[in-house]
């Protein structure tokens, strides 16, 4: 399913989040910065962290681009998406719980 111009693309899932999903494509680390915008809505990472993931999915949505021009960068991808699985784990494991009751 193509988006319109510039228009967001719905990602059919049902709401479930995929347990420890390996980053092979685009949708998934799609989903990975916005389980980190949902985490730091709900106060379960900080802002520093949110930025970090923000700025690791951009640089590898950036090489799923490239490497579709030069396949010779996939190494270079593959390095980034390990770096952001990692990094992933790190925050699943360290974020607190979100806050109850005020």
């Not at 390095?79 to 952001?84: E, G």
Request: without cysteine; glycine residues 8%; hydrophobic residues 40%.
């Amino acid at each position: 399913m193509r988006s319109p111009a510039g228009g967001l693309r719905v990602i059919k899932g049902g709401g479930q989040r995929r347990q420890d999903e390996p980053l092979a494509s685009r949708d998934a680390v799609a989903r990975v910065l916005m389980e980190a915008g949902v985490d730091l809505l709900l106060r379960r990472i900080s802002p520093a962290r949110a930025a970090e993931i923000e700025h690791k999915v951009d640089r590898v949505l950036d090489l799923f681009d490239r490497v579709d021009a030069a396949p010779l960068l996939m190494p270079v991808l593959q390095r980034h998406l390990d770096d952001l699985e990692a990094l992933m784990r790190e925050t699943r494991q360290v974020r607190s719980p979100a806050r109850r009751g005020g």
